[in-house]
């Protein structure tokens, strides 16, 4: 059982656009969500974490949107540029385990 | 501050071998969880040490064992290789407090079975 599901599978964005991903739970005990990017060969690099208590968090371009009651969790990517294309996971966790979604894989062209 | 460091980076084994595979988390951190990563089935967690001890399993294979010594450094193992095994292992260090913190992941072994 997929503990977080993840979409879309793979995203397309011009140089510039925003991107969005989309992520949905079920355990309301996760009480951490973070975003890791991974490129080819390399692993998972953590990107930018909420927690439930907080409806939004930005860093830099990345924003994380949360919707506690929805439980559900996005990813906005703002003035997408060609070296963010890479793969982006969401996860989930209670205590020290992590539930990853499956990934989208992210193609920013120019 | 030095990253997680995972070794080796690359490693093809036959069927029916065992493997070990290293962890070094960042100083200070006393939490290693190991991942395995396929095409197919993503992140998949196998376990999590803490302070030397088994604190999370994940649904794999008695195959699949691993350890952590007093500087908080795991190996993990894979013994009776499958082909089904050949993935990209990737472990992942953080503080290990009870409510989960930021987890940093070394750049992964990539293990082929043929």
């Known amino acids: 059982q997929q503990q977080v599901k993840q979409s879309p599978q793979s995203l397309i964005v011009q140089k510039g656009g925003i991107s969005i991903i989309n992520c949905a739970y079920e355990?309301?005990?996760?009480?951490?969500f973070p975003w890791y990017q991974q490129f080819p060969g390399k692993g998972p690099a953590l990107l930018i974490a909420?927690?439930?208590?907080?409806s939004e968090k930005k860093e830099g371009r990345f924003t994380i949107s949360f919707n506690k009651s929805a439980k559900q969790f996005s990813l906005h990517i703002m003035d997408s540029q060609p070296g963010d294309s890479a793969t982006y996971f969401c996860?989930?966790?209670?205590?020290?385990?992590?539930?990853f979604g499956t990934g989208t894989s992210l193609t920013v062209i120019p | 501050k030095a990253g997680v460091t995972q070794t080796p980076r690359y490693l093809i084994k036959t069927r029916g071998q065992q493997v070990t595979l290293s962890c070094s988390p960042i100083?200070?951190?006393?939490?290693v969880s190991w991942y395995q990563q396929t095409p197919g089935q993503g992140l998949q967690f196998l376990f999590e040490?803490?302070?030397?001890?088994?604190?999370n399993k994940g649904n794999f294979p008695g195959r699949f064992s691993g350890r952590q010594f007093s500087n908080s450094r795991s190996e993990m193992n894979v013994s009776t290789l499958e082909l089904g095994d050949s993935a990209l292992y990737l472990c992942?260090?953080?503080?290990?407090?009870?409510?989960?913190?930021?987890?940093?992941f070394g750049q992964g072994t990539r293990l082929t079975v043929v």
């Open positions: 992942a260090s953080s503080s290990g407090l009870l409510r989960a913190t930021e987890a940093f």
């Open positions: 355990n309301t005990a996760f009480d951490y």
């Open positions: 909420i927690r439930p208590d907080v």
């Open positions: 996860a989930a966790s209670t205590g020290n385990q992590f539930y």
């Open positions: 100083s200070g951190h006393r939490s």
């Open positions: 040490y803490f302070s030397e001890t088994q604190r």
